[in-house]
């Protein structure tokens, strides 16, 4: 039982590059979370999957998109990749919406 | 709008020196207040989750209790495998947005041996 999983764990890009990051989870979680960390900001979230095939938008949307390719994958991807994107972005999962969120291993990027 | 503030923002403890986190909160309809624990370069780890006033939680010598407007995490006799961020966030009844959890900014806890 590997709970939440990310990948990549680093990845480094140019200014308008493109890439998609992955969270898979095997708890038979409905619902899923993608999140960014940056200093002095705490976690905030970016979107979020209710159920399957549906998502959301979070707190910072603006510059993603996801999808939930099923129950247990829910990627993340940045289509033209800017600098204020640089950050360490973080996958959870909860049994439902209303119950407690646990957290992959994050992934931190960079970008140029 | 939600809120949480943790504080301090740092504390550094000797080994053995008992001290309490604090996270002050305000919130349209409480539903749930968690408290994670983060080491450096891992994702949140999940230490508790407190509902209502009055409820206490202990884990290990953690200790977790809830006021209508604040937490606090009690740390007794702290070891250095204790260092970490702790990370306090809530959840609101009202929030149709997935139940989304707003996060504070943490408090870095530093235990010295």
């Known amino acids: 039982n590997a709970g939440v999983t990310q990948t990549p764990k680093f990845q480094v890009l140019k200014t308008g590059q493109s890439m998609t990051l992955q969270c898979a989870q095997d708890?038979?979680?409905?619902?899923m979370y993608w999140y960014r960390q940056d200093p002095g900001m705490g976690l905030r979230l970016i979107y979020y999957?209710?159920?399957?095939?549906?998502?959301d938008k979070g707190e910072v949307p603006n510059g993603y998109n996801v999808s939930r390719l099923n129950k247990r994958e829910f990627s993340l991807r940045l289509e033209s990749a800017a600098p204020s994107q640089t950050s360490v972005y973080f996958c959870?999962?909860?049994?439902?919406?209303?119950?407690?969120?646990?957290f992959g291993p994050g992934t931190r990027l960079t970008v140029l | 709008e939600d809120q949480v503030t943790q504080s301090p923002e740092a504390l550094r403890l000797q080994e053995g020196e008992s001290s309490s986190l604090n996270c002050s909160y305000t919130?349209?309809?409480?539903?749930?207040l968690f408290w994670y624990r983060q080491d450096p370069g891992k994702g949140p780890e999940f230490l508790f989750t407190?509902?209502?006033a009055g409820e206490e939680k202990e884990k290990e010598r953690l200790k977790a209790t809830l006021t209508k407007k604040e937490s606090f995490l009690h740390i007794t006799a702290p070891k250095p495998e204790d260092s970490a961020t702790y990370l306090c966030?809530?959840?609101?009844?009202?929030?149709?947005?997935?139940?989304?959890?707003?996060f504070g900014g943490g408090t870095r806890l530093m235990v010295k041996p």
């Open positions: 959870a999962s909860a049994i439902e919406s209303t119950d407690t969120q646990y």
């Open positions: 708890m038979n979680h409905n619902s």
């Open positions: 999957s209710a159920s399957e095939g549906t998502t």
């Open positions: 919130v349209s309809g409480l539903r749930g």
């Open positions: 407190l509902y209502s």
């Open positions: 966030a809530v959840q609101a009844w009202w929030d149709n947005a997935g139940n989304m959890l707003t």
